[in-house]
Each structure stands twice: as structure tokens, then as C-alpha cells.
């Protein structure tokens, strides 16, 4: 089975500056998807990014990007220029690239949760 | 908005009761995921369905039973509810079995 393993309960930035989440991940598989998810006050779960395993060129969106180290079964996100909206809690999750019996479920981590100080 | 719906928000009862949460996926979405968010479990995957079948079970009790009716919309019914159950259980969506899960809003169960 797939775990993921987020070891920052909590970090927090300052306004304009870059952070970065951890985030790591076991598996015996060859293709699969990562992604974050964040989760703000509101608690409605908002698709951040996503990587597939096959590619070797990191995953952007906007502030967003990755940094995915396949071999270290490692995929931090790095969040630039924060801003206020950026707080919330986020998951790294994993899913299987390959379709059976364990369907496609996402497997998340435990979260971090993001301060960003004005 | 990501176009997946749940009713309710929020719902109240008593221990040994029993519930249903509705979700309706994003509009031509077959898959159907459901997900249990709670303090000590975190989030836990807990059935998806399908095209109206069941395709995976996750960690989901024995008093938690699911199905996907033919317009796509799901339910999730909890019966001989416990304290234990009070979370967040959040549908998910997709195109298909290999495409990003969007999810809805949740439902806050709480019970007393």
C-alpha cells in the first residue's frame, strides 16, 4: 500500500516571501500521479497542481511549482510572492497511474498547515 | 466552483441514527468518489463508484454503504451512527477512472 508523508504540521511566511511544503511518498509502483491540495477556512478541497510520475520536468501553475524527485520519492511545492489567500492546509496526495482493484483512489498526507503573516 | 454538489452542509443526530448524503457530480462525470475527513483519521478514502458500479472500497465500516443511481448522483448512508463518525465527507468527481477528482463542498456530520 501507498503512504504519504507530510512532516511539517505547520509553517508560516511572510507576506511576498517563498515557502516550501514537504512531502513524501512510498510506493512500489512506476506510474502514478502526485498532487496538492489546499484546503482554506472554507474547508472546499481546491486541486493546486499535479505531476505525473513519467515526466521529469516539474509541474508549474502560476506561484505554484514542484519540485519532483522520483528516485527520492519526494514532491515539494513551492509557493512564491505569498499572499494572505495562500493560507489554509495543505495535502499531498498519490494516486495510482494503473487501473484494478484498488480503483483510483487518492491517498493523502496528514497536511500542513500554511500561515502567511502580513 | 468546482461543479460537484452535496447536500446537506451540515447535519445533526443522535448516536444509533441513520443518514443519507446526496452528491451530484460535475455534469458528464461518471466516477464517483467518497471521502471521510475526521481529526484522528485524517482524510480516508472510502468508496468509488463508477458508471453505477461499485470500483474500490477503501477503509469504509461495515454501517456505511454506498451506491450510484443511473443519473450519476450518489448516496452515502450511515447507519447505527456513532460519536466516531462526526466528520467531513466530502464526494469527489471525474471523468473517468484516470482524471482529476474534483471535489465537492462536504458535509459536516456531527453526532450527539
Known amino acids: 500500500a501507498q503512504t504519504v508523508t507530510q512532516s511539517q504540521p505547520e509553517m508560516s511566511v511572510q507576506e511576498a516571501e517563498t515557502v516550501t511544503l514537504s512531502c513524501t511518498y512510498d510506493?512500489?509502483?512506476?506510474?502514478?500521479?502526485l498532487f496538492w491540495y489546499k484546503q482554506p477556512p472554507s474547508r472546499q478541497m481546491i486541486l493546486v497542481i499535479r505531476q505525473e510520475a513519467y515526466k521529469q520536468q516539474n509541474a508549474t501553475e502560476n506561484r505554484f511549482s514542484v519540485n519532483f524527485q522520483k528516485a527520492a520519492k519526494s514532491f515539494s511545492l513551492k509557493i512564491s510572492d505569498s499572499q494572505l489567500g495562500d493560507a489554509a492546509m495543505y495535502f499531498c496526495?498519490?494516486?495510482?497511474?494503473?487501473?484494478?482493484?484498488?480503483?483510483?483512489?487518492?491517498?493523502f498526507g496528514g497536511g500542513t498547515r500554511l500561515m502567511v503573516k502580513p | 466552483d468546482s461543479g460537484v454538489t452535496q447536500t446537506p452542509k451540515h447535519l445533526i443526530t443522535a448516536t444509533g441514527q441513520r443518514v443519507t448524503l446526496r452528491c451530484s457530480p460535475r455534469s458528464g462525470d461518471l466516477s464517483v468518489y467518497w471521502y471521510q475527513q475526521s481529526l484522528d483519521q485524517g482524510l480516508q478514502f472510502l468508496i468509488q463508484y463508477y458508471n453505477g458500479e461499485e470500483r474500490a472500497k477503501g477503509n469504509i465500516l461495515e454501517r456505511f454503504s454506498a451506491q450510484q443511481f443511473p443519473d450519476l448522483h450518489s448516496e452515502l448512508n450511515l447507519s447505527s451512527l456513532e460519536l466516531g463518525d462526526s466528520a467531513l465527507y466530502f464526494c469527489?468527481?471525474?471523468?473517468?477512472?484516470?482524471?482529476?477528482?474534483?471535489f465537492g463542498p462536504g458535509t459536516r456530520l456531527t453526532v450527539t
Open positions: 510506493t512500489s509502483e512506476s506510474d502514478y500521479y
Open positions: 469527489a468527481s471525474s471523468a473517468g477512472t484516470v482524471t482529476e477528482q474534483y
Open positions: 496526495a498519490y494516486r495510482s497511474a494503473y487501473q484494478g482493484n484498488a480503483g483510483n483512489m487518492l491517498t
